[in-house]
């Protein structure tokens, strides 16, 4: 059964499609991120679910039940903010409990919820503190307790981890995925961050211009991009797309991504124009006609700024897209 589903939903903004005709279903139990650029109508669809903005037209179900008119208390969601929201006079277990007690659910209730939730969360002994007391991570922990405490079945964030640094943006997505796993509930997972949809989701929803660009598996999405714009949204860095490959055609791009492209004694010729070393490995970027193309190569690369190189790659890394219309060429 789909805990989420979308069919044809179109939100206007005047004469502007904000979301244009997106559809799509999300599993019980599945971690869905909507993945895209800034302004390509993620937020816009995850507020459509939850009810705080107005379809324009189509329809939202959740579960078994048409909920495209009821307002968002009716939905059974409970949603996490970029901004956290959480009330700064109140204590993290006022914060935490706080929707229960507008639902008058009763005080024993309340405490037994709220011992379960700050133990999965680790919040156990910062209880009586106020949220000013607290750190990045640790206001972040509260305002997922409080969605958690809610226990419904669907659970939507909206970028909650953008304003953490990078080591604790780690740290939190490990928690959160293995979190929502625990449960076993609904996630639905707005960012920009292609890393974050990687490395947390079960499924991938990629938006551009308020249209679903490619739904599938991170797999699905990395391994067979649907068009050019999957190919280099996903993908660090992007993949390579070059143009007048010999012997592809010149109604064809050819996509290979870095890591699958080396230096070698033959192959395209190219010129490199710049060297940075990760550790690890290296990016090598390198021109080859009217194209810049990476290669990303073990170690410190010896390459040098104007070196003469060639670039090769194995034909089954090659990826086909038609160069009028930029979709993949099964």
């Keep these: ?135 990045g991570g640790q206001q972040q922990r509260v305002a997922l307790g409080r969605a958690i405490i809610a226990e419904t079945p669907v659970c939507l964030m909206d970028e909650p981890l953008s304003n953490l640094d990078a080591q604790l943006r780690q740290e939190m997505r490990r928690e959160i995925r293995a979190l929502q796993q625990k449960l076993g509930i609904t996630m639905v997972y707005v960012t920009h961050d292609q890393t974050e949809a990687m490395t947390m989701a079960d499924q991938v929803v990629l938006l551009r211009d308020g249209r679903v660009e490619q739904n599938g598996t991170p797999d699905e999405l990395y391994g067979r991009p649907a068009n050019v714009f999957a190919a280099r949204f996903i993908g660090t860095p992007p993949m390579n797309v070059i143009a007048g490959v010999p012997g592809i055609g010149e109604d064809r791009l050819l996509g290979v991504r870095p890591e699958d492209v080396r230096l070698d004694a033959r192959g395209l010729p190219a010129t490199v124009e710049a060297v940075e070393y990760l550790g690890a490995d290296s990016i090598v970027t390198c021109r080859a006609g009217g194209d810049l193309v990476n290669a990303r190569v073990a170690r410190h690369a010896r390459a040098v700024p104007g070196e003469r190189v060639c670039l090769a790659w194995n034909t089954d890394a090659v990826h086909l897209f038609d160069a009028r219309t930029g979709k993949r060429i099964q």
């Design 1 to 135: 059964m789909s805990a989420i589903s979308l069919q044809d939903v179109t939100k206007l903004w005047g004469s502007a499609r904000a979301v244009d005709g997106v559809s799509f279903e999300a599993a019980a139990g599945r971690f869905l991120v909507l993945l895209g650029p800034s302004g390509c109508g993620k937020s816009t669809t995850l507020r459509l679910i939850a009810g705080l903005e107005e379809v324009s037209s189509g329809r939202v179900k959740i579960g078994d039940a048409d909920v495209t008119g009821l307002p968002p208390a009716r939905r059974r969601i409970s949603m996490v903010f970029q901004s956290y929201a959480l009330f700064p006079h109140l204590s993290v277990a006022e914060n935490i409990v706080f929707g229960l007690r507008v639902r008058d659910v009763p005080v024993g209730e309340r405490a037994a919820r709220l011992a379960k939730v700050a133990g999965l969360l680790g919040l156990e002994k910062l209880l009586e503190r106020r949220p000013s007391q607290l750190s």
